[in-house]
């Protein structure tokens, strides 16, 4: 039986729900968190799946509005949100916590249990696509 078209060449959307799905433990939940999240932060969201190759078919999930805001990887011990105008961004509640050192990204590490400041993060998520929308502009 011939494949469909989405089976041949799936959505975005589609694409991350299968990495959420494929992780099957504590990671997957917690990116599936942090993704409705974001989209609940920005309803405008634009998802995107990058850096697609044979060692990891699914790619990295991307969110977008008027440029990248974050990614989302996964490590063995760690869910990575990073964001790639993250030195830019005003963090009040301190919740970067990785990749400090550049001039650019700024990212979040969450580890197996940990709480996620859900105000703060909305917060930052915002802030990043306010900064995306400025630069849009000019």
């Given at each position: 039986m011939a494949k469909s078209a989405?089976?041949?060449?799936?959505?975005?959307?589609?694409?991350?729900?299968a990495r959420i799905a494929a992780l099957g433990d504590w990671r997957g939940e917690l990116l599936g968190r942090l993704r409705a999240l974001i989209k609940q932060?920005?309803?405008h969201v634009v998802e995107e799946v990058k850096w697609r190759k044979p060692s990891n078919p699914l790619g990295v999930p991307v969110w977008e509005h008027?440029?990248?805001i974050c990614t989302g990887e996964t490590y063995?011990?760690?869910v990575k949100l990073t964001f790639a105008n993250g030195a830019a961004?005003?963090?009040p509640s301190r919740l970067f916590n990785s990749s400090l050192d550049g001039n650019t990204r700024r990212a979040i590490d969450f580890h197996e249990g940990d709480r996620i400041d859900e105000k703060a993060l909305t917060a930052l998520i915002c802030a990043a696509v306010e900064l995306n929308t400025a630069?849009?502009?000019r």
């Amino acid at each position: 039986m011939a494949k469909s078209a989405a089976q041949n060449n799936p959505s975005p959307s589609q694409l991350i729900e299968a990495r959420i799905a494929a992780l099957g433990d504590w990671r997957g939940e917690l990116l599936g968190r942090l993704r409705a999240l974001i989209k609940q932060a920005d309803p405008h969201v634009v998802e995107e799946v990058k850096w697609r190759k044979p060692s990891n078919p699914l790619g990295v999930p991307v969110w977008e509005h008027a440029g990248m805001i974050c990614t989302g990887e996964t490590y063995k011990d760690k869910v990575k949100l990073t964001f790639a105008n993250g030195a830019a961004l005003k963090d009040p509640s301190r919740l970067f916590n990785s990749s400090l050192d550049g001039n650019t990204r700024r990212a979040i590490d969450f580890h197996e249990g940990d709480r996620i400041d859900e105000k703060a993060l909305t917060a930052l998520i915002c802030a990043a696509v306010e900064l995306n929308t400025a630069k849009a502009k000019r």
